[in-house]
């Protein structure tokens, strides 16, 4: 029987879920991703869910980078290990940069896994609140 150490898993492109809500001017609105993304970019690490609307140009999309490709599971925050959350809005192609954010990060293996949640808001007043559970890296 094969060590299980010594077993070479292949690339797993991404897949997965990022749900939750955005709420803009006091308002809700559900988020439920119709894809979602994860890769490394500077020796960081980047996901996020794009959701389609009538719009197929302009999509609402949620990103977060995290500071270091080997960042551990852990809470963390703008102040430290999370570089940037990012809410465009339906029909919009710019981004709305958190001024505060809390993410939950946990890794798990021997596969590509990431998983948790994401707390945020913009300057503009949107609230962002979602989970979310990303296979393999593009």
């Given amino acids: 029987m094969p060590n299980a150490s010594n077993i070479v898993l292949p690339k797993i492109p991404p897949f997965g879920s990022m749900v939750g809500a955005v709420t803009t001017a006091g308002v809700p609105s559900i988020f439920i991703a119709t894809s979602v993304y994860r890769d490394e970019q500077g020796g960081n690490i980047r996901f996020f869910g794009r959701m389609e609307g009538s719009d197929p140009l302009a999509p609402a999309i949620i990103q977060i ?67 979310y559970s990303i296979f393999g890296m593009g």
Avoid: C, M, N
């Fill in 65 to 131: 980078e995290i500071k270091d490709r080997d960042t551990p599971s852990g809470t963390y925050t703008l102040a430290d290990k999370v570089l940037r959350v990012i809410y465009v809005p339906h029909g919009s192609t710019a981004g709305r940069l958190a001024v505060s954010a809390e993410v939950l990060f946990i890794r798990s293996g021997p596969i590509d896994w990431i998983r948790g949640r994401v707390e945020a808001e913009t300057p503009q007043g949107d609230v962002i609140d979602v989970v």
